[in-house]
């Protein structure tokens, strides 16, 4: 029993103590089973009682296996209703934190094992949650209240229970060790064709390009076959476990029945006691036998529990992030934000990647004044991207410090500033719905009227016109069904869907045409008017709608940076 699911799943505490009271009852009512069963049976064999006479008994029996029937189906619900709301807490965990890691640049895991971690991974832990706890517990209450009750009956019987119980759970963990070394073996090789396969699939239309999509094939067969390699060897440590528990139990309930019959054919115990003995034998060990089964099926969940703790126990780097002190300012859309565009500033920042051989930004110091447009240029790799994140408080630099009007960053509420920030990535991301949906994300509230007119602004009329459904045309994951170019467009038309203190532009223009670039420089140019904008380009055209210009070079900036439009 892993203590840290039951912290980080509130919900499998109470589920816990219903489980232990589910167990006593259950053993009062084995108990109870066993008793009638033996006095029917010595009766009609030793008494010669009359169906007639044994039909109370027979009753009783029947009542009995019904309430047994319903306490199971009551663990049963239980069980699945806790194990949804645990994976559910420890989902949304996993989650929430793993979002600050990245943001931090602390992620300890790439993207694809922590969405086969939420995924797969928590997903496995419901036969942890729904089987192997509630058998747990009805392993450490049912043979003990047998034992008892077996203890006035057979004490001999009894002291072999006692004897040969330990050795069930001393081989279940004995085999349990293989089996956790395996499957954590299994998890890994998992966790690397997810990560594998998830690179080939977003890439592969470059692969195909370049006639490298065989090869790619070909290391996805081998990974594959050795996950199921690695598959395989799980599920025959699992059946070779349940040949030895099971050799155990018969074995036990066999020196247990031999003991009983030697004391019956003696005259020790009567016929009503060693019936009753027997019947209940069996009893004590079905649950660890049970025990062991569900610990196999829990195996994976298990092992992938502890990669969601190695994320959740990771520290987001500190921050001294306190809820934001700012005026608020009412927008046109109904957000809330900085009492007008603020002025920003870079205070000595220094970013460092770990797979980098040199810093992203090397001790930047660059002012945003307050209502101005300022663009971003320099070669790819200079760090314009990693500056546009630092902006918008999607990553922390390693030293120095993201000013706001003067005040640091890292004490405004993350949220409320995010509210504040109009931001487009250089690699914008669209999900499995409807144009129309994509670009409502930038403002739920907006109207149908808003989306159509931020699309137009977005010089998308065209694209739409194409579209067999238009602005309601469905699209697949990741803005399937359109070009790059259009898809950064239907992400600028949420940008311009903002009404935002704060506007940070990843490349808007890449991958356009000159005349749609055009019409669309003049878009961007409407909505920068009066905020305080960022534009990182490669591009001619966007540096003539700016105010200012700052230059890029290896992570620090080249002095001397041109103007754009005249102003210093």
């Not at 645990?86 to 300890?108: M, T």
């Not at 126990?313 to 002190?325: H, L, Q």
């Not at 009412?330 to 980098?356: A, H």
């Not at 447009?373 to 120095?400: C, D, F, I, Q, Y």
Request: glycine residues 10%.
């Amino acid at each position: 029993m892993d203590p840290r699911l039951l912290c980080a799943a509130s919900s499998t505490r109470v589920f816990l103590v219903v489980s232990a009271l589910l167990g006593v009852l259950t053993a009062l009512v084995v108990v109870v089973q066993a008793a009638l069963l033996s006095d029917a049976i010595s009766g009609v064999f030793a008494e010669g009682l009359t169906l007639a006479e044994i039909r109370p008994l027979a009753l009783g029996l029947l009542g009995v296996v019904l309430v047994r029937g319903v306490l199971a189906w009551g663990g049963e619900v239980a069980a699945h209703r806790a194990s949804a709301t645990a994976k559910s807490q420890l989902r949304g965990s996993l989650l929430q934190h793993a979002v600050q890691l990245s943001a931090a640049g602390a992620l300890p895991m790439s993207r694809a094992e922590v969405t086969t971690l939420a995924v797969r991974g928590i997903d496995a832990l419901d036969a942890y949650f729904a089987r192997y706890l509630p058998q747990l517990v009805l392993a450490a209450v049912v043979p003990l209240v047998v034992i008892v009750v077996t203890l006035g009956a057979s004490p001999t019987a009894a002291l072999i229970m006692v004897l040969t119980l330990p050795l069930i759970p001393v081989f279940m963990a004995l085999v349990g060790w293989q089996t956790q070394r395996r499957t954590d073996r299994q998890w890994r090789t998992l966790a690397r064709l997810s990560g594998h396969f998830l690179d080939v699939v977003a890439g592969l239309p470059t692969l195909k390009a370049f006639g490298r999509s065989k090869g790619q094939a070909r290391a996805i067969r081998e990974i594959t076959a050795e996950y199921r390699r690695s598959s395989m060897a799980v599920l025959r440590v699992a059946f070779l476990s349940s040949l030895v528990l099971e050799l155990l139990a018969t074995l036990s309930v066999a020196l247990v029945a031999v003991t009983v019959g030697f004391s019956l054919l003696a005259g020790g115990i009567e016929l009503r006691t060693a019936l009753f003995v027997l019947v209940i034998a069996p009893e004590v060990y079905l649950p660890w036998r049970l025990v062991g089964q569900h610990f196999h099926a829990s195996t994976e969940g298990m092992t992938a529990a502890r990669s969601v703790f190695d994320v959740l126990e990771t520290p987001v780097p500190s921050r001294s992030r306190a809820p934001g002190t700012q005026p608020a300012r009412q927008g046109q859309s109904g957000r809330t934000g900085p009492p007008g565009p603020p002025e920003l500033r870079l205070d000595g920042v220094s970013v460092t990647y770990p797979d980098r051989p040199r810093a992203a930004l090397d001790e930047v110091s660059v002012e945003f004044p307050s209502g101005r447009t300022t663009v971003v240029r320099g070669a790819s790799g200079a760090g314009k991207s990693t500056m546009l994140r630092l902006l918008a408080g999607l990553r922390t630099p390693g030293s120095g410090r993201v000013l706001v009007d003067g005040q640091p960053l890292d004490d405004l509420d993350a949220d409320t500033w995010r509210e504040s920030v109009s931001w487009l990535p250089q690699q914008p991301t669209l999900f499995a719905a409807t144009v129309r949906e994509n670009i409502r994300l930038g403002l739920p509230s907006a109207g149908d009227e808003q989306v159509a007119a931020a699309a137009d602004a977005a010089g998308l009329h065209a694209v739409l016109a194409a579209l067999p459904d238009g602005i309601d045309t469905r699209l697949g994951d990741r803005g399937a069904g359109l070009s790059a170019g259009q898809r950064r467009r239907v992400a600028l038309a949420r940008v311009l869907l903002r009404d935002t203190p704060v506007v940070l532009l990843d490349e808007p223009t890449a991958g356009l045409d000159a005349d749609t670039e055009a019409g669309l420089v003049e878009a961007i140019a409407d909505v920068c008017r009066g905020r305080t904008a960022v534009i990182v380009s490669h591009r001619e055209a966007p540096a003539g709608i700016a105010d200012r210009a700052v230059d890029l070079a290896d992570g620090r900036v080249v002095l001397g940076a041109g103007i754009a439009g005249g102003a210093g």
